[in-house]
């Protein structure tokens, strides 16, 4: 087989004129190849020899193999072991033959990403960043965590820092994009977090979180979770974060927390009102649009509570977060459902409110109680009332643990009517005035109710009315201008004389 120089120079002399004669004499070439030669194009490429290999026998049986991940070196012995044709070939053409069907096979199956645009309202992409040992300028570096969220129609991004990754803190980020977008989007698009799906079933779909699920349903939007092993998928969602990462923290310092949500804000502000490299639009403008097809917020948006299931134990109280809770007697043993708002905690059995509590800080190990909810029980346990109305008191902490303390040491032998009495004060005035009035109290070291009863019930100076006394007339009746007691002394001086010591008094007062 002549090379591609041959071929050219067979050519070349051709268009010189030159006869097939001549050229096979110059160049030493038979008259029949010349002649072939300049049939052919000049660059033919050499026909392949389909000469067999001895591991073609094997093709079907490799490409199953490939299939079962088997290794190369068990095919090979499976290969020699076979009792129809056993190989007997080298391993090194085995390795290149089971290599070159691999990929053959990873060619056909290759996934080829494919893009598309959403529509407007339809895609909210979601995902978590990490930034760990966050080089603050004046704060101890710590890891920080930040929610980024898009629209994949507008682009128009959101993006909040915290210092916790739990769902608790998914949800509210999320209500808050909702609030700040003015619409629900239709989906929401996940990478696979914990706190969104906890596994998939054996269709390959996803398990969501049963808090996940009431928050989707309540706010009316569908969940999406990128495919196990997708690449193309979880690329879209996580490089908003390497977005993030890339433009908004490189170059930038911060001194504080403060400082980091304040440049964030200005960054997206400037980053939602230039045009996209994608749309080649602001995101700002497409916003609009996005805002005419978003589903409707709902009406528990601005204090949104998320639901947790609960069981009511045999001392009437609900384990909320690493705290108790109590609700009437009535309810031991039920199940219920417990809101947890920003603020308080309120409890539900169906749609019935059974008690709504101030939240307790989580992990705590608080007992909030309301002494009310045992009221069935008082009739039998007399002394439970005062206990229950007690612990609510202690709870309150402060100078009310304090002074509670010293009334219990110094009163016991009316210290259910006095804790009964400081009870109902505070239910009546609030725990801030309650322990402003505690607090005097035990600064004046008296541990009495009625003494905290007196500051709380006294009046305040700037709100005090005038004090009446039966016969005698108002302060602003007998009080007079200056102005008119000079007129009055002067005017007396003209009937007769001024006495010595009035005189005196007038001279002071001018």
């Not at 090979?76 to 056993?86: G, K, N, S, T």
């Not at 128009?156 to 209500?175: A, C, H, P, S, Y």
């Not at 989906?187 to 699920?213: A, C, E, Q, S, Y």
């Not at 005017?491 to 006495?499: D, H, K, N, Q, T």
Request: glycine share 6%; charged share 25%.
């Amino acid at each position: 087989m002549l090379r591609q120089l041959e071929r050219s120079a067979v050519h070349l002399l051709a268009k010189r004129g030159k006869s097939q004669r001549e050229i096979a004499r110059e160049l030493g070439l038979s008259r029949v190849t010349v002649s072939r030669v300049l049939r052919e194009p000049i660059d033919k490429k050499p026909a392949k020899r389909n000469r067999r290999s001895s591991v073609d026998p094997f093709a079907d049986q490799i490409k199953q193999w490939l299939g079962e991940k088997l290794t190369i070196v068990r095919m090979l012995e499976l290969a020699r072991a076979d009792p129809d044709h056993p190989y007997t070939g080298g391993r090194s053409v085995f390795s290149d033959h089971v290599r070159k069907i691999r990929l053959e096979q990873d060619r056909l199956l290759a996934d080829v990403p494919i893009g598309f645009e959403g529509l407007a309202g339809e895609y909210l992409q979601v995902d978590w960043g990490e930034v760990r040992h966050f080089p603050f300028t004046q704060q101890k570096p710590a890891t920080r965590y930040f929610l980024a969220c898009r629209l994949k129609y507008s682009r128009w991004t959101f993006v909040r820092w915290t210092t916790r990754m739990d769902q608790e803190t998914l949800i509210r980020l999320l209500v808050e994009c909702f609030l700040t977008l003015g619409f629900v989007p239709w989906v929401l698009v996940f990478d696979n977090m914990k706190t969104v799906t906890i596994g998939r079933d054996p269709d390959n779909k996803p398990i969501w979180h049963p808090t996940f699920l009431q928050f989707a349903r309540e706010f009316d939007f569908h969940s999406e979770a990128c495919a196990v092993g997708a690449g193309n998928q979880k690329g879209s969602v996580e490089s908003l974060v390497k977005w993030v990462k890339g433009n908004f923290l490189v170059g930038r310092s911060f001194v504080d927390d403060v400082d980091l949500d304040q440049q964030c804000l200005d960054w997206l502000r400037s980053a939602n009102c230039r045009p996209s490299s994608a749309t080649r639009e602001p995101p700002i403008l497409r916003l609009e649009a996005e805002r005419a097809k978003g589903s409707p917020l709902p009406a528990s948006a601005t204090n949104y509570g998320f639901i947790e299931s609960a069981r009511v134990n045999r001392e009437a109280l609900v384990h909320v977060r690493g705290n108790v809770y109590s609700v009437p007697v009535a309810n031991v043993g039920l199940s219920v459902s417990v809101r947890l708002h920003r603020q308080t905690i309120v409890i539900w059995r169906d749609t019935l409110c059974l008690a709504e509590h101030t939240r307790a800080p989580d992990g705590a190990h608080r007992r909030v109680i309301v002494p009310e909810h045992f009221s069935p029980l008082f009739g039998k346990k007399p002394r439970a009332r005062m206990m229950l109305e007690r612990q609510a008191l202690l709870e309150l902490g402060g100078s009310a643990t304090s002074f509670v303390a010293g009334l219990s040491r110094r009163r016991r032998d009316c210290l259910g009517v006095e804790i009964s009495a400081l009870h109902e004060l505070y239910q009546r005035f609030g725990q801030t005035a309650f322990l402003a009035a505690t607090s005097k109290a035990e600064l004046a070291g008296v541990y009495r109710s009625d003494y905290v009863a007196l500051m709380l019930e006294a009046p305040r100076p700037d709100d005090a009315g005038e004090l009446g006394l039966p016969g005698v007339p108002k302060q602003s009746e007998v009080d007079r201008l200056l102005s008119s007691y000079e007129e009055w002394v002067s005017g007396a001086g003209l009937i007769s004389p001024v006495p010595r010591g009035v005189e005196q008094l007038a001279e002071v007062t001018r």
